[in-house]
């Protein structure tokens, strides 16, 4: 008995070629989905999809359905997308059915159908969602996905782990299994390379007839025919695939390849296990032969020298055996260096997998972009419709051949062949898994996957795997987004469920790993830029990156990338923060005993270069070290404001690490800003062709980080009374804040650079041209002087309330960072500020929330508690940088201000007095005194004045007391002072860092080992400011009240004018001018006049140099103050001056008598003429001097 077709395939091969049967069936049949004829819907569509099915192409019915859903009419769009939906839901049964299913599916239309989604056409995108949502809440989620899927899982995709081919075998033979890896499947490639020109709706068709018989007949089949013969019986015909291939391959499936991403390294490091026990003898790695290598050159002579050590150490000197050990010492660190290396390696490649061959980009990226299109238009029905459909086949025969490939790829990862039958494994081995699981396996997939070197591809290859990854992370995004807003909801079994696919499909780590590897090859390019590449590379490639092609771009080439996963690290941080602690966490933590080992484990976290689990990712040295070097200028700088939106976005979930990472961070900050400044001030250097060439940078860069600066300093230092700030705990924010007021100096330095661009560009205006335009500074980054102020104050405004003192002392330190360069600094006393120091005044000036009152109460506070200076040499306070700060600030306020804000001053002056400063914290407060009482008018309040009386006279004493610090005691009990036999510095000597360097004196009290030259200068300091100070401090009716501390001043001050050594020189110029000026007052002489006359009548009193002109003065007030004193001298004889004998007596005492004419005005003592030619004559003939000599000795002035 014979069976005939009812049509002769002639005939029928004739009907397909030269007619169009099928077109005008197809069009009759989708004509009658209309809303008037639906009673014929169920049969017409029946009808349909067997048409579709035995149609000879799958064209035919697709390309009526598209052009109707691509029709330029609104209309015509909208009722195909009515019919399609028709369509859709009547097929349901029949295409879900293990039975009746057929292996082709409306794949374009459906694909045209998900394109409308984001249509900018209003209604037909309505339609569509509304399509979508109802077949997503039909558990039609699968239907949609399958065609997707068949696009990601693509056989061409097959990619093994770097782990398994690295521990496999060596190196020669990696690269030539790779090679002969890549010769699969070429005509697949040339069809692929064909399509490039297709349009997109015949570029989305999915063949899954061609798939089944790629993956069953194994391309090597001849090689492997002799070791696996039981594939010859895998072929089945394509009619056959429906039925018996779905049933089988869905047994198998169940049995040994359902979906399991969380056993790949498990599988892959239990594999390098076995083979490490197996075979070490293969040289597994680059490190392992390096290391035998070195062992096996530097063995012999370590073994050579301990042998001669051993045998003949006496022979060998002691420079042999120094030679010796710093060889072995640089052969260990090179051994070592080798091995960190390796290890970094290790840890930042371990997760990369490497494809077999090239692979149609278009379709993949096309697959991703229909997801991100469904994600962002409807993400919460999409995602709970994946998340509760399971991979279940025995319900579906939609999955069957996505678990099929699914399990091959699984195979191919470990090194097994992709085609042929499928190895049986145990059903335990891998459990079932839902649709959201395999989505997120498949976008880290291939975020994980790169070419190998060995393949011949182009460089639009590398460019299009690179784009594949970035869109790959940009649906992971999207997803992980949603899973974040459904576990924000906090319904624990939700919660439980996102938290363990997070754990399987190692989400956190494979995202810290990747942007690690990337970071790592731009600085990597970095490096080549820089140095000589060839050599380099030569030198310094490693295993793994020898195994995977990079390309060769320029270091932004994977800037994309690390954009993206910057943004998946901050969802996926918040989605942490919102699943909470495991209970694993909480019950530990419930234990006060165990502290101590969560301590440990968050340390060992922190600085672990590989995830640890279960800790966070803000607890994971991977993100902390990767947030540390992220602006660092060798990554790009065009990466810089993203890290800076990842950290500020984070910051109430940084937890532990909050401390550990934006005290790095904030540095990184200030040192790129400063770099910034640099190159402004030094704009005519030009920079070198490579730096230059290597990225331009955005005019508002300096205005990112400091947006940035602000909002993490903010958020650090100040307290938020807002209750959603309370994200981090008090610990936390402590520590915190802790990091970065150590850190405040560096960020008010870099504060007052940028300040001083400002104030530069709104000063210097150069001059124009011809045509009258500005020549300003060529820089663009700090054109907007106006915004950048802003930016600034903003900043420090908010800080001046909570966090006045620490500003004010980072200010001083700054200050003292800023001192005068030791070859400028041989200055007056008081070291001048130079241009930048002055800048700080001006900012702290321009801060509105510091008043000048608020400013002196700080002043006070920080040098009543000074910090110390980080990162000095020696150990210095900021209390006299402090002071020299408000010298400065208070020298620039007017004459209004300083009156309005006296008490202010005052307080700072009467506390700060008390304390143990240094000496030139005294000078200064004496300075600040002086400049104050000088430039305003007298007090017309008593206890104002009282007050101020007071005040100065503790400062003067304490000057004073300075003054005598290089007097000692004659006796034990003695109130005698003389000089100490000791070198002493000239003021313009004296170097203003010796000044300022608080560890030379840390007291003011008079003692043996404070050095001289704090004598001399406030000995010069009171001659300068101490009579005039005095004369307006006390009125014409208090003048006496100031005797009594002119004398204890002067207590101090004559011991150097009676010691006429040649090392007092600069005590006795000092002590003669603050004489002379203080004589000038007729109220003070009752101080001086008796110790004055002792000193003019020494035998030793003209013992001085030509530069004392002071006495001349000194003796003129002594003369003139009092009345009688001229003709008392005239008359005065000789037998005042005991020490010499009669003659020499005689001729001192005229000597004396000329030196007081002499002191005198011209002309001066013409009335005393003849009182002086007497006095003159007898003098001179009592000691045989000559009469012309003596006559003229005075005379002349007279």
């Not at 790695?285 to 042998?307: F, I, Y």
């Not at 990156?545 to 910057?566: A, K, R």
């Not at 002086?1172 to 003229?1192: D, K």
Request: aromatic share 8%.
């Amino acid at each position: 008995m014979v069976t005939l077709p009812p049509i002769a395939p002639a005939v029928l091969k004739m009907i397909s070629e030269k007619t169009d049967f099928y077109q005008r069936v197809a069009c009759v049949l989708w004509n009658q989905l209309n809303k008037e004829t639906r009673e014929h819907h169920i049969a017409c569509v029946e009808l349909f999809y067997r048409l579709h099915c035995l149609a000879p192409s799958a064209n035919i019915c697709e390309d009526i359905i598209c052009q109707a859903l691509l029709d330029r009419d609104k209309g015509t769009r909208l009722e195909a997308l009515f019919r399609f939906s028709v369509m859709w839901h009547l097929t349901r049964e029949i295409q879900g059915s293990r039975v009746t299913s057929h292996n082709r599916s409306f794949d374009r239309s459906l694909f045209v159908v998900l394109d409308s989604l984001t249509c900018s056409d209003g209604a037909i995108g309505a339609a569509a969602q509304g399509w979508l949502i109802r077949a997503l809440s039909l558990s039609d989620v699968a239907r949609i996905l399958e065609p997707v899927l068949l696009l990601l899982l693509h056989p061409r995709t097959q990619r093994t782990s770097i782990t398994y081919i690295k521990h496999s075998s060596s190196p020669d033979y990696v690269r030539e299994w790779l090679c002969k890896k890549k010769t699969l499947k070429e005509s697949g490639i040339s069809e692929s390379n064909s399509e490039e020109n297709l349009p997109l709706s015949q570029f989305t068709t999915v063949d899954r007839e061609a798939i089944w018989a790629e993956v069953e007949n194994a391309p090597e089949q001849a090689e492997l025919k002799a070791e696996q013969p039981e594939n010859e019986g895998s072929e089945q015909d394509n009619s056959e695939h429906t039925e018996s291939a779905d049933t089988s391959t869905g047994q198998d499936s169940e049995n040994s390849s359902s979906f399991s991403p969380s056993l790949e390294l498990q599988e892959v490091s239990s594999e390098d296990r076995e083979e490490g026990r197996e075979a070490p003898r293969a040289g597994n790695s680059l490190s392992a032969s390096l290391s035998e290598s070195s062992k096996s050159s530097a063995g012999p002579n370590l073994v050579r020298a301990d042998s001669e050590r051993t045998q003949a150490s006496e022979s060998l000197s002691s420079d042999e055996e120094v030679d010796l050990e710093l060889q072995e010492i640089a052969h260990c660190r090179l051994l070592k260096q080798q091995k960190e290396k390796q290890e970094l390696a290790e840890a930042l490649f371990k997760h990369m997998l490497l494809y077999l061959q090239p692979y149609d980009s278009r379709r993949v990226l096309y697959a991703f972009s229909v997801l991100e299109a469904v994600l962002k238009t409807n993400p919460k029905e999409f995602i709970e419709a994946v998340a509760t459909t399971s991979m279940d086949t025995s319900s579906t025969a939609h999955l069957n051949l996505i678990y099929n490939l699914l399990a091959r790829h699984q195979e191919a990862l470990v090194g097994q062949s992709f085609y042929g039958k499928l190895q049986p494994q145990s059903p335990t081995v891998c459990p079932h898994s839902v649709l959201i699981e395999l989505l997120t396996y498949l976008c880290l997939s291939f975020l994980r996957s790169y070419y190998p070197c060995c393949l011949q591809l182009t460089h639009r290859d590398l460019l299009a795997n690179r784009d594949v990854q970035v869109k790959s992370v940009e649906v992971l995004i999207r997803m992980m987004a949603q899973l974040a807003s459904t576990a924000k909801a906090a319904e624990p079994r939700s919660v439980e469920f996102i938290r363990e696919l997070l754990g399987r499909c190692k989400v956190q780590e494979f995202v810290l790993l990747s942007l690690s590897a990337s970071m790592y090859i731009s600085h990597k390019r970095y490096e080549l830029l820089l140095a000589d590449g060839a050599k380099l590379s030569a030198e310094q490639e490693l295993l793994e990156e020898s195994l995977i092609n990079f390309g060769h771009d320029q270091i932004w080439s994977e800037h994309p990338l690390q954009i993206e996963l910057l943004k998946l690290l901050q969802v996926l941080i918040v989605l942490e923060h919102h699943l909470g602690q495991s209970p694993e966490e909480q019950e530990s933590q419930a234990d006060l005993s165990k502290e101590w080992q969560q301590a440990l484990n968050f340390q060992q976290a922190i600085g672990a270069m590989q995830y640890v689990y279960p800790h966070p990712i803000t607890s994971q040295g991977l993100f902390v070290s990767a947030v540390v070097r992220g602006l660092q200028p060798e990554y790009g700088h065009g990466m810089h404001p993203t890290w800076v939106g990842l950290v500020t976005s984070s910051l109430p979930y940084f937890g532990k690490s909050l401390g550990w990472t934006v005290a790095p961070f904030v540095v990184q900050i200030c040192k790129n800003l400063d770099e910034l400044v640099k190159q402004y001030e030094n704009e005519a250097v030009k920079t070198s062709a490579k730096t230059s060439a290597r990225e331009n940078v955005t005019p508002d860069y300096p205005l990112t980080l400091l947006e940035g600066l602000t909002t993490i300093g903010h958020f650090c230092l100040l307290d938020h009374p807002n209750p959603t700030k309370k994200v981090s705990e008090p610990a936390n924010l402590r520590n915190a804040r802790n990091a970065i007021l150590e850190e405040l100096p560096r960020i008010m330095n870099t504060m007052s650079l940028l300040w001083s661009v400002i104030k530069r560009e709104d000063s210097q205006k150069r001059p124009t041209d011809f045509f009258g335009t500005t020549k300003g500074s060529s820089s663009v980054y700090f054109k907007a002087t106006k915004t950048l102020r802003t930016k600034i104050l903003d900043f420090l405004n908010p800080l001046t309330a909570q966090l006045g003192t620490q500003l004010m002392a980072a200010t001083a330190a700054v200050w003292n960072s800023k001192k005068p360069h030791r070859s400028h600094s041989k200055t007056k006393i008081l070291p001048v500020a130079s241009a930048s120091q002055l800048i700080l005044v001006d900012l702290i000036c321009a801060l509105n929330t510091l008043k000048i009152d608020t400013i002196l109460n700080l002043v006070k506070e920080v040098v009543k508690k000074p910090a110390q200076i980080k990162g000095e040499e020696k150990s210095s306070l900021v209390d006299i940088p402090v002071l020299q700060f408000s010298y400065a600030f208070i020298q620039r306020l007017p004459v209004p201000a300083l009156q309005e804000n006296f008490q202010p001053l005052l307080g700072l002056l009467r506390e700060s007095v008390q304390l143990n400063l240094a000496p030139p914290g005294h000078f200064l407060l004496l300075s600040t005194l002086n400049d104050f009482v000088t430039r305003t008018p007298t007090l017309e309040n008593k206890k104002d004045q009282k007050d101020l009386q007071e005040v100065t006279q503790k400062i003067l004493e304490a000057v004073g007391t300075i003054a005598g610090s290089s007097l000692e005691q004659t006796s034990w009990l003695s109130r005698n002072l003389e000089v100490k036999a000791q070198p002493q510095i000239l003021p313009d000597e004296f170097n203003v860092e010796d000044v300022n360097d608080t560890s030379v004196a840390p007291s003011s009290m008079v003692s043996a080992s404070a050095p001289s030259i704090y004598s001399v200068q406030a000995l010069s300091l009171l001659a300068e400011v101490l009579a005039s100070l005095l004369d307006v401090v006390y009125r014409s009716d208090e003048k006496e009240k100031a005797v009594p501390l002119i004398s204890r001043l002067l207590y101090f001050v004559f011991p150097y004018l009676r010691n006429h050594s040649a090392y007092n020189i600069p005590s006795f110029r000092a002590g003669a001018q603050l004489l002379s000026s203080l004589s000038g007052y007729a109220y003070t002489k009752r101080a001086w006049k008796k110790e004055v006359l002792e000193l003019y009548m020494d035998p030793s009193f003209f013992q001085m140099d030509t530069s004392c002109t002071h006495w001349r003065s000194i003796i003129d007030h002594l003369l003139t103050h009092e009345k009688t004193m001229f003709k008392d001298l005239m008359t005065m004889q000789s037998s005042a001056l005991k020490l010499y004998p009669s003659s020499e007596q005689k001729a001192m005492l005229l000597k004396r008598q000329a030196f007081a004419v002499f002191s005198g005005e011209l002309d001066q003592y013409h009335l005393y003429l003849p009182l002086i030619q007497g006095e003159t004559l007898a003098l001179s003939s009592a000691a045989n001097l000559q009469p012309a000599v003596t006559s003229n000795s005075g005379l002349r002035r007279v």
